[in-house]
């Protein structure tokens, strides 16, 4: 089974040390709903801040008894959704997992040439009067095909596919591809190239399950220095994740430093994990 990106984030807290305060729904709430049944609401307060799935809710009173009223949804740019009874709810989290999922897309964009993810794609309606086809996307990530290496073409009544290099690459800002000679008409054109792996779009979603195992470390470790990065401008003084106690370590920079630390094993460790290089005539627009 796929690793999923609900682990990943936890790797990533764990790399933080963002070990918030929780608790957990003892009744569901709908997307439209304004109050909390939980295990214990004593212990929030006004203004916290709540994490339920990927949802992120603000308080505006503080709870009594087993409820939370008034509060708001769908803060920090995230999405109101419903949530069954047992859903856990984190209290103040130091980064919620819309930003944790960023932060591993942009991991997964950063594995990128020396991890790749190779695709094959086709399109249909040739004419033999165009020479100029879009590139295709490429799945998860909305995007053309970055690099291409081969291109076969399966004429109308035949079955095989035949390979052509009579093509080349139009950078700009929709790609495409050119070729010498246009293919016949109604001809399947098949597409064969490398990308960046699918990003995430949930927590409940798997990572691809061609990423190789061995570079499963490297998400959170990229992942954790983006955070610590972002968090500069909120001040180590406030800020707890992944530093020592020490008095130097609240000094201004120390988040970055340590950001700079995990950047640079991120990509150490990714030299080792490398994939063996792509095929030959690999013709790329980026």
Request: charged share 20%; glycine share 6%; hydrophobic share 35%.
């Amino acid at each position: 089974m796929a690793t999923s990106a609900l682990t990943l984030i936890q790797r990533t807290r764990r790399l933080l040390r963002d070990f918030p305060d929780d608790d957990a729904l003892t009744a569901s709430v709908s997307s439209s709903g304004t109050t909390l049944t939980v295990g214990d609401g004593t212990i929030y307060a006004s203004k916290f801040v709540l994490e339920l799935d990927q949802e992120v809710i603000k308080t505006t009173v503080a709870g009594s008894g087993t409820t939370v009223t008034s509060v708001r949804r769908g803060a920090q740019g995230s999405t109101a959704a419903s949530h069954a009874s047992g859903t856990m709810v984190l209290i103040n989290p130091r980064f919620y997992s819309v930003e944790i999922i960023d932060a591993l897309n942009d991991a997964l964009d950063a594995c990128y040439p020396l991890l790749y993810r190779q695709v094959t794609t086709e399109y249909t309606g040739t004419s033999d009067t165009i020479y100029e086809y879009t590139i295709p996307s490429m799945s998860g990530i909305g995007v053309a095909i970055p690099s291409i290496y081969r291109i076969d073409i399966q004429e109308s009544g035949e079955t095989a596919f035949r390979e052509t290099r009579a093509w080349e690459i139009v950078r700009g800002e929709s790609p495409f591809i050119k070729f010498k000679r246009p293919p016949a008409s109604a001809s399947t054109v098949r597409v064969y190239g490398y990308g960046p792996f699918t990003h995430f779009t949930s927590i409940t979603d798997e990572l691809d399950t061609y990423f190789p195992v061995q570079a499963e470390a490297l998400l959170p470790l990229f992942a954790a220095s983006q955070l610590l990065a972002s968090g500069e401008a909120y001040r180590v003084r406030s800020f707890t994740g992944a530093l020592d106690s020490r008095e130097n370590a609240n000094a201004t920079g120390a988040s970055l430093r340590v950001a700079e630390n995990f950047r640079n094993r991120f990509y150490t460790q990714l030299q080792k994990a490398a994939m063996p290089p792509p095929q030959k005539h690999l013709k790329s627009f980026i």
